[in-house]
């Protein structure tokens, strides 16, 4: 197996590992309100309710977006040598979490 293809799948699987454990008790909802850990958005500090609503929600859209990088990681390991161009696809691969970021904070516009 291409080196190439070992660092990208280790790194993506890594990535996804760590924001699906960051995720986790957020969709559990066992994170109360804080200064430190959580959506941090303006409108998820305007009430409990909201804290609740917008972790939760945080937290399943990073959970289903991990897993996206986790395939995107495991799929590094069975393709043969990545060329430059697909070498940067899969190296960009965790950016794919900022979208679970974005999908949290226009849902919290229209709380």
Not at 69 to 92: E, H, W
Request: hydrophobic share 50%; glycine share 10%.
């Amino acid at each position: 197996m291409p080196e190439i293809n070992t660092i990208l799948g280790i790194s993506n699987l890594a990535c996804a590992l760590l924001a699906a454990g960051l995720s986790t008790p957020l969709v559990l909802g066992r994170i109360k309100m804080n200064d430190v850990y959580g959506v941090r958005f303006a409108k998820a500090q305007e009430s409990p309710e909201n804290w609740d609503k917008l972790n939760r929600l945080g937290g399943k859209h990073m959970l289903f977006w991990s897993g996206i990088v986790a395939i995107a990681g495991a799929t590094c390991f069975f393709l043969p040598p990545l060329n430059q161009a697909l070498a940067i696809c899969f190296g960009l691969a965790p950016c794919l979490l900022s979208v679970g970021c974005l999908q949290t904070y226009f849902h919290s516009r229209r709380l």
